[in-house]
């Protein structure tokens, strides 16, 4: 009878601690799948994105699905603003090199950046938009003094540096021999546009960058420089191809 009820006694408390122990097997794998929600989600791509497309630019213009082979100088003029307005001020000294580094990425041609200082002596005005009425010989000056094949207009017509981020480009490219429009774009991009935000998230997720705060493709959203390098390289990559062509 004792040796039966030592039995008895041994079966309850395996059953006991097995059960103790599948209620804490299944607290250890809820912690760790809630460990995932809160500080793993960063790994992933941003769920919304799966079945979002990406924004493509609309209000573009090419003369011609490629570059004529003779353009292979550009003048980059000064970056110019809509507004006199303190935060476009800010974005145009943020963007400016922002715009530059795309147009080198996309080795389409030999960028030629003329300060302002040299603008004025040469047209004798230090920022020119593209929309104004230019001077009789102002491509001929610029293609005489600096050798280049065409001149690159850029303005920036918005600048939202709080939430939600917003960029607007408006960039012309025009033949410095027979001047004509070659290429044009005038684009705004919305954060609040749910296929803005989802090309943006693709684009810091291709394009990571090196500090680590930063490789959360949702941080494009919060940081107006990142968000301007998307926006840049989006009205960039409109551009006519040069195929073989391309600078090397």
Known sequence: MFERNISSCGRLVGKFFRAANWHLWCQHWLLVCLSLV?????????LSDLNTPSYAPSNVYREGAVLPLYIKRVAVL?????TDEESMEFGRDSLQD????ELGRSRQFELITVPPEELR???????????????????EKLKDK??????????????RAYEPLAVGWRLKLMDAEVPRILWAVDEVFDAR?????????????????TIPSLHDSQSVLLSPRRFGQYTANAVVVTMPGRGAQAID
């Open 193 to 209: 546009v749910p296929e803005v935000a989802a090309a943006a998230r693709r684009h810091a997720r291709e394009n990571p960058e």
């Open 98 to 101: 922002v715009l530059r580094n």
């Open 121 to 139: 002596l040469l047209t004798g005005r230090s920022s020119w938009s593209g929309e104004e009425k230019l001077p009789i010989e102002f491509f």
């Open 78 to 82: 000064p970056l110019t603003i809509l």
């Open 38 to 46: 809160f500080t793993g989600c960063a790994s992933f791509p941003h």
């Open 146 to 159: 600096l050798g280049v094949d065409a001149v690159l207009f850029s303005r920036l017509t918005q600048y």
